[in-house]
Nanobody, 121 residues
Framework: QVQLVESGGGLVQAGGSLKLSCAAS????????MGWYRQAPGEQRELVAL???????NYPDSVKGRFTISRDTAKNAVYLQMNSLKPEDTAVYYC???????????????WGQGTQVTVSS
């Protein structure tokens, strides 16, 4: 089983910055991708940023140019640098990981518990 622990959420004024961190622990043989999703009240969970084992990244247009995802493979960690934050970025941010515990296992999706990001206007 893989556990994801997030940190770095909080309250920030519009135009400010925050950095989220997430570390994966447990029995991990390999990670195919890690990333961040967010969910605002009454909304569906949406992709914020994704990075693959080959360092390919994916961002929706709503955050492109403002958010940057990075990873530390030695620590099984992923980070999200968020700049120029807007009130519409307010949501619970969830860490995501697609990993497998052994070479014989299939890849599974894992989620963190979520961290609140609130951007005031």
């Amino acid at each position: 089983q893989v556990q994801l622990v997030e940190s770095g959420g909080g309250l920030v004024q519009a135009g400010g910055s925050l950095k989220l961190s997430c570390a994966a622990s447990g029995i991990i043989f390999s990670i195919k991708a890690m990333g961040w999703y967010r969910q605002a009240p009454g909304e569906q969970r949406e992709l914020v940023a994704l990075i693959t084992s080959g360092d390919n990244t994916n961002y929706p247009d709503s955050v492109k140019g403002r958010f940057t995802i990075s990873r530390d493979t030695a620590k099984n960690a992923v980070y999200l640098q968020m700049n120029s934050l807007k009130p519409e970025d307010t949501a619970v941010y969830y860490c995501y990981c697609n990993a497998r515990p052994s070479v014989l296992s299939r890849f599974n999706d894992y989620w963190g518990q979520g961290t609140q990001v609130t951007v005031s206007s």
